[in-house]
């Protein structure tokens, strides 16, 4: 079946500027999570979803940074007023069931700031 | 709080040569344990996972990784590397409950023919 997909995939964007990064989660999967990976990093927490609970928001770096899901599908990451140091890959995965259960991960959405 | 641990940014073997990429974790309860692999310019792939079953944990393409709870490690190791094995190797660790992955920073391993 088909699997975690994202969009885009690379994103241009001046600083200053609000971009949106989609997410579309596989079928079934009621748990969604981004991520974030900076050049030489390992993967940084930002928020998860799991069904209808309220998203778990710990690892936002700042309030410009937002994230919506509408039910258990789509998901949108927002970033107002871009800065050079949000460029990063954003990773989205998304597992049935949190916890331990498996994540899979999309491609990613690879953000350059200039 | 919980931790991963990668020792070793990068790690340089011979085609046909023993891979060890090593992983040491807190965590103050039994862990859930995972290594994924990403290969340039895309999403991460699932290795294998521990979740207690078993110490010894096969995973995809003759890897595998041994739960040692009293040297809280859980290194990756394969027999004999293949060129294709050349990618990044991230460990990851989660508690039980709704938390997320902790990751470490990840080994880029690299394969010499």
């Known amino acids: 079946g088909a699997g975690v ?6 994103k241009v964007t001046e600083k200053g500027k609000d971009v949106e990064l989609r997410c579309d989660p596989i079928s079934g999967h009621t ?8 050049l030489g990093q390992g993967l940084e927490f930002l928020i998860y979803f799991q069904g209808n609970s309220a998203p778990d928001k ?4 700042s309030d410009r940074f937002s994230a919506e899901r509408t039910g258990e599908s789509v998901s949108t990451l927002t970033i107002q007023r871009t800065q050079q140091e949000d460029s990063a890959v954003y990773l989205c995965a998304s597992s049935f069931g949190g916890g331990s259960n498996t994540q899979y991960f999309g491609p990613g959405t690879r953000l350059t700031v200039l | 709080a919980q931790s991963v641990t ?6 340089s073997v011979s085609e046909g040569a023993l891979v060890l990429l090593r992983c040491n974790y ?3 309860v039994p862990p859930y344990l995972f290594w994924y692999v990403q ?3 895309q999403g991460l792939q699932l290795l294998l996972k521990y979740t207690s079953a078993a110490t010894l944990v096969k995973g ?5 990784a041994e739960f040692k709870k009293s040297e809280t490690s859980f290194h990756l190791t394969k027999p004999s590397a293949h060129m294709s094995d050349a990618a990044e190797y991230f460990c990851a660790v989660i508690n039980s409950g709704n938390t ?5 920073k990840g080994t880029r391993l690299s394969v010499i023919a």
């Open chain 1, 5 to 10: 997909s994202q969009s885009p995939s690379n």
């Open chain 1, 31 to 38: 748990a969604l999570y981004w991520y974030r990976q900076r």
């Open chain 1, 58 to 61: 710990s690892g936002l770096p």
């Open chain 2, 6 to 11: 990668q020792l070793g940014s990068h790690v």
């Open chain 2, 26 to 28: 807190s965590s103050s």
């Open chain 2, 39 to 41: 290969y340039p310019n």
């Open chain 2, 60 to 64: 995809i393409n003759g890897f595998e």
């Open chain 2, 100 to 104: 997320p992955l902790v990751f470490g």
